[in-house]
Structure formats: structure tokens, C-alpha cells
Antibody, heavy 116, light 108 residues
Framework: EVQLVESGGGLVQPGGSLRLSCTAS????????MSWVRQAPGKGLEWVST????????YYADSVKGRLTISRDNSKNTLFLQMNTLRAEDTAVYYC?????????WGQGTLVTVSS | DVQVTQSPSSLPASVGDRVTISCRAS??????LAWYQQKPGKAPKLLIYAASTLQSGVPSRFSGSGSGTDFTLTISSLQPEDVATYYC??????????FGGGTKVEIK
């Protein structure tokens, strides 16, 4: 069974930092580019970032460029999102997801709340 | 960037009704369009990709059509378990994908 399990979300003050993790199982992690997609409370889906299989290419939405950094550890089947200089508008559920295009598998999501 | 616009935003319908959701792209995207279903408190689930290809395990009452700029998701006979928000996704410029605003389907 494919599983993507996110962790690391929580409450953080504006300007603060947080590191999200996503542990994958049930499929060959190194067969997939991986992405983060977020959803603000009561809102729609927004693509955030994608990383290639060997980490040689990374892509970011304009809204997060320079503040969020995606990375992966293929030896541990784990995807990361380092989040710096957080803003109120970054408040959302962050989903770990497979693929750079059609998303076959999604994690259950982890909530990040940016508030003082 | 290509924008995708869904309509309607809300769709009340009766059990057994045929339900149609529209997704329009701001420019042609060939057939690089997917549809997802999201139930409250859950992650989205892939229903259809390449505009009309049904994902494995998805009931056959779901179908997709269209190409270029205009696409449609159809539920042939609405069931109570289909209550959810549906999103279209343009992946013509992957990995920079874009999602429609969502259509909330409910039972009236």
C-alpha cells in the first residue's frame, strides 16, 4: 500500500521557520519526482514546489521562491520542505505528492499556521 | 501562465441526476488536464487524467471529455458518496501545474 506521511507542521510566528518532512513507503521512491501542494483554509489547491528524482532540478511557485526550499533523501525515502521567513498567507495544509504533473498519490497533509 | 476556470462553484443536485462540471483554460493545453475529487478533511483523489482516461478503481459513472481549452467532468448518476469538491488541474506546463477554483457538489 502506498503511503505518504507528512510531519512537522504547527504554529509559528510570522518571520519564523519550519521544516516539513514526508516519509514514503509502498512504492519505489526513486521512480518519482516529488511535489508539495498546499491548501489554505477553505480555499483551493496551490502547487508549491517540485524536485526531480536525483535532486538536480527544483521548481518553485513565485509566491514562495527564495523562502521555501525543497529537498529529498532517497536513502531514507523522505521529502523535505524547509520554510523560512514565513508569512500569514503561508497558512495552509501542506500535502506531499508524487509526480511533477498528474498526482497519483497524496499524503494526508500537515497544517502550518503562521500567526502571532 | 495558463489559468483554468471552473464552473459552477457550487452545484446542488439530486441523487440519480446527471452532473456536469466545466473547466476552461485561458489558452490551449491539448489534453493535459486531470480531475480530482476531495472529500471534507481528506486529501484529493485522482479521478481522470489526459482529459478522459479514468484512473484505475474509479467508478465508471465518472467520465471526462474535451481538448484544447474546454473540458467537462460528468457524473452520469449522482450518488450520495459523490458529495465532494472537484478540481481540474492543468499540467501542460508541468511541473508548474495550476488548479481550478473547485466545484462543490452537494445533494439537494
Amino acid at each position: 500500500e502506498v503511503q505518504l506521511v507528512e510531519s512537522g507542521g504547527g504554529l509559528v510566528q510570522p518571520g519564523g521557520s519550519l521544516r516539513l518532512s514526508c516519509t514514503a513507503s509502498g512504492f519505489t521512491f526513486t521512480d518519482y519526482a516529488m511535489s508539495w501542494v498546499r491548501q489554505a483554509p477553505g480555499k483551493g489547491l496551490e502547487w508549491v514546489s517540485t524536485i526531480s528524482v536525483r535532486s538536480d532540478s527544483t521548481y518553485y511557485a513565485d509566491s514562495v521562491k527564495g523562502r521555501l526550499t525543497i529537498s529529498r533523501d532517497n536513502s531514507k525515502n523522505t521529502l523535505f520542505l524547509q520554510m523560512n521567513t514565513l508569512r500569514a498567507e503561508d497558512t495552509a495544509v501542506y500535502y506531499c505528492a508524487t509526480g511533477p504533473s498528474v498526482i497519483d498519490y497524496w499524503g494526508q497533509g500537515t497544517l502550518v499556521t503562521v500567526s502571532s | 501562465d495558463v489559468q483554468v476556470t471552473q464552473s459552477p462553484s457550487s452545484l446542488p443536485a439530486s441523487v440519480g441526476d446527471r452532473v456536469t462540471i466545466s473547466c476552461r483554460a485561458s489558452q490551449g493545453i491539448n489534453n493535459y488536464l486531470a480531475w480530482y475529487q476531495q472529500k471534507p478533511g481528506k486529501a484529493p483523489k485522482l479521478l481522470i487524467y489526459a482529459a478522459s482516461t479514468l484512473q484505475s478503481g474509479v467508478p465508471s459513472r465518472f467520465s471526462g471529455s474535451g481538448s484544447g481549452t474546454d473540458f467537462t467532468l460528468t457524473i452520469s448518476s449522482l450518488q450520495p458518496e459523490d458529495v465532494a469538491t472537484y478540481y481540474c488541474q492543468n499540467y501542460n506546463s508541468a511541473p508548474r501545474v495550476t488548479f481550478g477554483g473547485g466545484t462543490k457538489v452537494e445533494i439537494k
